[in-house]
């Protein structure tokens, strides 16, 4: 599976945007970008996913660079309750990988108030 | 949010005694995942089950064993326990195996293994 980076830990103020960075280089031209998040104590959640074109949904944006090499989620405006690890991960259609998720150590998002 | 539970929440055991955990989902979804997650890590995939009966392994498999007898339940069996496997465990579930599909997860059971 062709990996993600992300950076460990990020800080914002709530009610402010926050952009969350996900560096992936090897990405093939199968890879789906998804995002999900984890809040404390709590299993994952499934954010957000695209495969070229920008994406918006109630809770995020997905900003997928021309290359495909990286992206940026997007909170418009933080909330407390946004304080998690975000995780960015990459799904193909191979056979041998189905529909598996390989999670990174995610980003972890600090929201002051 | 959707329908899945997983039991216990919490357990303690000791070395070398046998535990079952228990994924129950009402969405009747054909995917099953077990993930283990321990601190400073991701999710990693022990095991998942592709229909009733059908499993196979994910990346860290070695001591666990599964079983689904049926669509809404998954077991997730530690023969005999070890300290290593003191974990937070998630079950998940999909829909299809599509790439563009969204797996759901449960709340976790917190195993400790003393």
């Known amino acids: 599976d062709a990996k993600t980076t992300q950076p460990n830990s990020m800080e914002s103020n709530e009610e402010e945007p926050v952009h969350l960075p996900c560096n992936h280089s090897?990405?093939?031209?199968?890879?789906?970008i998804h995002w999900y998040r984890q809040l404390p104590s709590q299993g994952p959640e499934y954010v957000i996913h695209g495969l070229t074109s920008n994406v918006n949904n109630r809770m995020a944006s997905l900003a997928i660079a021309e290359d495909r090499k990286s992206s940026t989620l997007i909170l418009h405006r933080a909330t407390l309750r946004d304080a998690a690890v975000y995780y960015c991960?990459?799904?193909?259609?191979?056979?041998?990988?189905?529909?598996?998720?390989?999670f990174g150590e995610g980003t972890q998002l600090t929201v002051n108030p | 949010d959707a329908g899945i539970t997983q039991s216990p929440r919490h357990k303690v055991t000791e070395t070398g005694t046998p535990v079952t955990l228990r994924c129950h989902q009402t969405e009747n979804h054909r995917y099953m995942y077990w993930y283990r997650q321990d601190p400073g890590h991701g999710l990693r995939l022990i095991h998942y089950s592709y229909g009733v009966k059908d499993t196979d392994k994910g990346e860290v498999s070695d001591g666990y064993s599964v079983s689904r007898s049926k669509t809404e339940d998954f077991l997730l069996t530690l023969e005999s326990a070890t300290s290593s496997q003191t974990s937070v465990y998630f079950c998940?579930?999909?829909?299809?195996?599509?790439?563009?599909?969204?797996?759901?997860f449960g709340p976790g059971t917190r195993l400790t293994v003393l």
């Open positions: 991960i990459l799904r193909d259609v191979s056979e041998t990988s189905g529909s598996r998720l390989t």
């Open positions: 090897t990405i093939s031209g199968t890879d789906y």
């Open positions: 998940a579930i999909s829909s299809s195996e599509r790439s563009t599909d969204t797996q759901y």
